[in-house]
Structure formats: structure tokens, C-alpha cells
């Protein structure tokens, strides 16, 4: 149900996720954000743009490095949700506890804002 | 109870038609003698003779054919004790004879006729009894074509009685043809003995002993029939003789034969027993191995039995099991495990591979590496591997003093008994699983309830307001909460809550959650400091990348405000009676258990607002909004301010059912996806 693509961009890994998050395939994508943690890029892009539906566990996975990132000081940057994923988002309040963008541009630039 | 009855009544109209016969042809004796016409017609007494035949071969049709009971000695026996009581019956009119001595009686022909009818009666009595002991024998084991022959046999010995039964002219080849026949099919079905084979050593000795006896009887009462009724022949033609009697003729020689080869056959198959009786303990033995996992008996009881069997089926010396599937483990037979182990040792240092060692995968003969060991008493040895779910878990050696000890067919058996014992200990474990979720299953049934008494059952009451709550799990245990809570009499906790995840884990953080609801909402604090306390409280506990999604209210019903703080959770849906309008709070807040540090205070917002008559409140969890159809659509936030704009003017419990009964419709499917939990409160 779940695909994961991940391409290096300007220094930056870009984790793009195309279908549905849910209790089982939420353990691929904390895989491969534990994968780009490891490889050490301190810039992670990740493209919701394919992302139709995310359950409560993979929004666990996004909550659950909150704090690491904060130690390692790495910046994520979501960008590129539909209107009813970046819902889910905000109804637990991820949306203040992670950096969401528009599309992919605004969130290069943020990226690079947070980075500084 | 009819069969009963009809014994009986065989046996009294034997005993009649005896009678009858006696007396009919003492009758036609006389009158011959005195050389008058007889009364009665001098077939009557023949008549009566075969009447009394065909009682008794139903008499003992029903008295023997069909009882289950009797085994192959029990019949023996039988057939004996009838020869039994007919010879010392006839012995002891002999020796009333001898007594009488010289006296006029004992050679007056009418006498000698009645001690000759007497002799006949036992002598008929016993060759039936006979007859109906060896069909139970011949037919032990019958195929299609043997009951056909018997029944050819059977059928056409009751149809010669008729011929005996009236004077017919006597035509000599019919007589000598029947005759014949019969004999050469008598012989025939005396071929089938295979009853022999399954007695044992002893029932042989005294089925021996039965049969000799019974074949002196035999001889003894035909001698004694023939000898009477020559002495009555000089003096009448006219008797009830047996001598040119079809029936009684194939039946002494057919009982005769098959006593004979019965004796004879037992006789030969003396020496042989001991293999069939082995044979048979070895279907014993495997039968005890497969049947060890149906009777509760663990993994150890099915070692002791598979070492047990295969040393007394190949008649070993000693015997070792050595199991290694989870610990080390050894099972000796008259062999210390210094011994064995001294063996092992011994083969392994030979490195004679794959076989002692978990690598073997056949049953090997080791004997010829044996030979090498000094001081062993053993000089034979075979190994076994044991396979369960194609995983050696141990090894069987069996030892023998002797050199080349071990035949084929041995290897053979043991190797059975071993590929039996795999399955068996296979089977012992998946019953184990089995039982075990079973009891995990019964556990889970228990948490069930434990959690559902976690639900209120009573939701608190209050004059300004009206309340119904829902709530319905996935799995058996859910993570869904709700409750409320009387904090003084104007003030009233709600709370609804939703565990990140399902299942068992979910339930504990759900129990979790309900502690803190009491302990917190008693003081009436504020409801940002309430999602503060409780964050603290659970970061302790909740595991990486767990939440608990939540709303607490403060129910004021004297100022009638409601003050209340959202963790995360679906934003409320609500009512407005008197704008009429259906909305969904927009506030901001963030879960339980999503930030770890004093930071949450940060996110953590307490609001207010005022109710009026009419407005309802509707509070859910995200199974209800994220149900699926068929399709895949999303129930969505829509239809359900739809549901409420629609039956906004019907009462709390009213609307509630509404909003399941839409879901349920819409969903379609038997099994709950998420765990579904609604609280709907309509104020006054």
C-alpha cells in the first residue's frame, strides 16, 4: 500500500511517499527516516504530495523524532499535503510541532532558514 | 428379549419332535416285529427326525451364530463340552446295559431302538453345534465368493433333508452325487483357517486339546450310532436310520474335516506363533505411540514409550534417546549414560559423521565403528534420527550384545516407530499452541470486561443538560474513553479521549488514562493545566511514537459556560440553537504524549463559551470520521454536521442513534475498522 522514494537534492535527502500510512506500512517510513538519520544528512525533505491518507501510528512515526532532531539538530520540512492529510495534521497538532510547506520551494527555502 | 423367546421355543419343539420321533418309530418297530401293518406311515418317523434336525440347526443358529462374545476358544470349548455331555450320556447307558447283564431287556430290539434314538439325538445335537461353531470360523474373515459358497453349502444340505424326509424311491447316482458334493465342498471351505493365526502361544496348546477331544467324540459316536442301529436293522427295515441320511452323512464328514485340518493346521503353525504375536505387539506399540498425544501425556511420556517399544520390538540390549531440541537430554534403557556417553565419544572421535550428530538424516547401522570401542559389552548398534517439522530434535541408538544384531525388518519397524514419534511430539505441540490461544483467546475476553467496566455506565445528570454516550471497539479491546465526572454541584467534568493505535496496548493507555481523569479532574483545575498535568504523567509511560489524542470540559451549570482544552483530539461539533448553525471549533492543541518537555504548557489552551437551550455537542473519535465504504470515501466531517443539522431537534440518545445507524449504513461491513465512540450532549 506504501511507497517510499528517497533522492538526494542539494544536500538535502527528499523522502517522497506515495500511498496510505497506516499501522503496518508506518514501520517502512520510520525505516527510512531512520535510514536518512544514519546515512547523517541534517536536511530531510518530505514530499506528502502522493500521500492519500495517514493513519494515527504514522503520525506517531513523524512525532517520535521530534525530540531526536532537536538533539542532532536536523531540519525536516513536509511539504506538498492535500488538504485532508494536512487536516489530520493539525487536528493533533502536529502542525506546531513540525515545519510544513506549500510545495517544494517554500520548503527548500525553510530548509535552508533553519539550517542557519 | 425376542431372540430369547425364540431359543426357547427352537428348544422345546427339538425336545417334541425328539419325542414324537421316539415314539413314532418305537410304534413301526413294534408293528414290524409283530409282523402287522403299521398305523401310522413309516415315513412319519423320518419326517420327525428331519423336523428335529432343522430345530436344532436353529437352535443353534440363534444361540451361537450371533453372540458377539464368544472368541475362537470360547467355540472350541462349546463345540467340546456339546461331544462332552453326548459321550458320557451315551457311556452311561452302556454301562446301564452292562448292569442289566444277562436280563431280557437289554437285547429286546425296542430297547436297543430307543438307546439308538437317544445316541442319534446327541450325536445330531453335537455335529449342528459343530457345524454352527466352524461356519463362525470359516466365515472370520469372508470375501463375497466364500459367503456364496457357504450359503450354496449351507442351503443345499437343509434342501436334502427333504429328500430324506419322505420314502421316495431311493436312486442310487442322485444319492452318491449329493453326497459328493457335498464332501468336495466341505473340503473346499476347510481350506479357510485363517482364525488360526490369531491365537496365541497358549490358546494354541488348548485349541489342540479341544479339537483332539472333540475328533475322539466324533469317532466315538459314529461307531456307537452305527453299531445300534445295525442291531435294529436285522429286525426292521423300517427305522429312522442315519446311515443313508444325506444331512447327517456331509455333516459328520464335513465336521470331521475340518476338526482334522483345524488340528492339524494349529499343529503346524505352533512353532510361528512367536513372530505373529510380535507382529501383532508391534501394531500395539505404534498404536500406543500415535495415541500418547490424545491422552494429556507430555513430550517425556512420548520418549519413554517410543524407547520402550523399539527396545522390546528388536529386542535390544540397551537403548538410548538423546533429545536436544531446547536442553541437552538423555534417556537411557539398561545403559548408564557414562556408557553412552563413552559410545558417543568413541563414534565422534572415529568421525563417523552425520550420525550420533544432529547432520544425520537416515537411520544408520553403526555396528562395523563399534567394533574399535574396547571395553564395551555392545557390538551392535543403530541409530535413528527424529524428526519433528522437519528439525532433528534427537537421535534413538539402539545396542545388542550380539554381533549383527539387527535384521531389515527391524530397522524397518524402529524406523517407524520413530517417524510415529515425530509426529506425535509434532502434534503435542501444536495442541500446546493450540491451547495456548485458547487461553490467550479467554484472557483477552477478560480484558475485555475489565475494560468495558472502565466505560461509565451511568453518565452524570444534571438538569441543564442531557447526555448519551457510544462507544464500540475493533479488536476485543479498544482505545477509546470517555466519562464524566460530578466535581461540585454546579460543576461537571467531560472527558473523551482516544488512544494512538488498537489492541492490547491501546486498552493499558486507555486504563492509564481514566486513573489520571479521576485524580485530576477532582480538584476542578483548569483544563490547560489538566492536559499539562496529564502530558506529564504519560510521556512517562506511553512508548515512542504513541499519543493520546483528548478534550476535557468544565461543565458550568450556573453560569452555563462550558470551559474546556483540546489535546489533539477531533475538534467538537456543535450546535447553535440560536443561530441555528452547525460548526466545528477551530482551537488550536496538541496531543498527549507528543512533547516530551515543560514545552506542552505552551500548546495548552483553555477556552470558553456559553451554551444555550437547544445547543448540542457532539464529541467523537477519528473512527468515526475516517470509517470507510466500499469505495474507499472517508465518512468525513460533513456528513456528520449534516447528521446533526438534521436531527438537531431530537434528544441527546435520539441524534446519537442517528449518527451510528448513518455510519453503520454507510461502512457497509460486519468488522469495525477503528473503535467507534461518540458522547452527545444536548443542553436545556
Known sequence: MIHIKRLQEDGADVIAIIGEID????????????????????????????????????????????????????????????????NTFQILGLDELLHIAKDKSEAKAMINELQV | MRARAMIRLLFMMGAITWLGLVFTDIVVLIS?????????????????????????????????????????????????????????????????????????????????????????????????????????????????WLLRFWAFFEYGLLISL??????????????????????????????????????NFRQKWTGLLLLLLTIFYLLYGFYTSSDYAGIVEKTSPEFADYRDHVFILSLISFVTIYSVFSFLVILFNLPTTSVFEQKLEEVVNFQRISQSIQTEQSEESVYKILLETSVSSVFADAAWLEISSSEKKLYTYNITEKEAGDIIDHLNKHQVRGILDQGSDKTRNLSRYLSTLKNSRFRSILAFPIYVKNENIGI???????????????????????????????????????????????????????????LPEILEKSDAFEIAAFSESADEVGGDYYDTLRISPEIVSLIIADVSGKGTTAAFHMSQMKGIFHSLAQDCIEPAEFLVKANQALVKCLERGSFISAIIFLVNTTTRTIRYARGGHCPVLYYHATTDQVEYFKDKGVA?????????????????????????????????????????????????????????????????????????????????????????????
Not at chain 2, 421316495?168 to 466341505?186: E, H, K, N, Q, S
Not at chain 2, 437551550?613 to 467523537?620: A, I
Not at chain 2, 472517508?634 to 454536521?641: I, K, M, P, S, V
Request: with cysteine; hydrophobic share 45%.
Open chain 2, 592 to 684: 498527549l504524549g507528543m512533547i516530551r518537555s515543560n514545552a506542552y504548557r505552551n500548546f495548552a489552551r483553555t477556552e470558553e463559551f456559553s451554551f444555550c437551550p437547544g445547543d448540542v455537542m457532539v464529541l467523537y473519535t477519528d473512527g468515526i470520521t475516517e470509517a470507510k465504504n466500499a469505495k474507499g470515501e472517508e465518512f468525513g466531517y460533513d456528513r456528520l454536521a449534516a447528521i446533526l443539522a438534521e436531527s438537531k431537534h431530537l434528544s441527546a440518545r435520539e441524534i446519537q442513534d442517528r449518527i451510528i445507524s448513518t455510519l453503520y449504513s454507510f461502512s457497509e461491513s460486519e468488522g469495525l475498522d477503528d473503535d467507534y465512540t461518540t458522547m452527545v450532549i444536548k443542553f436545556n
Open chain 2, 396 to 454: 534413538l541408538a539402539l545396542l545388542k550384545e550380539l554381533p549383527d544384531g539387527f535384521n531389515r525388518e527391524m530397522t524397518k519397524i524402529v524406523s517407524t516407530f520413530s517417524n510415529q514419534a515425530g509426529i506425535s511430539i509434532e502434534n503435542f505441540r501444536l495442541m500446546e499452541e493450540a491451547l495456548q490461544n485458547e487461553r490467550y483467546k479467554e484472557e483477552l475476553k477478560i480484558a475485555k470486561n475489565v475494560q468495558k467496566s472502565l
Open chain 2, 162 to 199: 427333504l429328500y430324506n424326509s419322505f420314502n421316495f424311491p431311493r436312486i442310487d447316482w442322485l444319492y452318491i452325487a449329493m453326497l459328493v458334493t457335498f464332501l468336495l465342498t466341505g473340503l473346499v471351505l476347510s481350506g479357510n483357517m485363517k482364525w488360526v493365526a490369531y491365537l
Open chain 2, 32 to 144: 414290524i416285529k409283530n409282523s402287522l401293518e403299521p398305523d401310522i406311515p413309516v415315513w412319519l418317523p423320518k419326517l420327525l427326525l428331519n423336523l428335529f434336525i432343522l430345530s436344532l440347526f436353529y437352535y443353534y443358529k440363534f444361540k451361537i451364530e450371533h453372540d458377539e462374545v464368544l472368541n475362537f476358544i470360547d467355540l472350541l470349548w462349546r463345540v467340546f463340552a456339546t461331544g462332552l455331555i453326548a459321550t458320557v450320556i451315551s457311556l452311561a447307558l452302556r454301562l446301564v446295559s452292562y448292569l442289566l447283564g444277562n436280563t431280557k431287556l437289554p437285547s429286546d430290539v425296542v430297547y436297543i431302538d430307543l438307546v439308538y434314538l437317544i445316541n442319534i439325538g446327541l450325536m445330531i445335537s453335537f455335529l449342528i453345534m459343530a457345524f454352527t461353531a466352524w461356519k463362525r470360523l470359516i466365515l472370520y474373515q469372508k470375501s463375497k
Open chain 1, 23 to 86: 499501522a503496518s506500512s508506518s514501520i517502512e517510513l520510520d525505516l527510512a527516516i531512520a535510514k536518512s538519520v544514519g546515512e547523517g544528512y541534517e536536511k530531510i525533505l518530505v514530499d506528502c504530495s502522493a500521500l492519500e491518507y495517514i493513519s494515527s501510528a504514522g503520525l506517531g512515526v513523524f512525532m517520535s523524532y521530534i525530540d531526536e532532531f532537536k538533539d542532532k539538530k536536523i531540519a525536516m520540512v513536509l511539504y506538498g499535503m492535500s488538504d485532508k492529510v494536512a
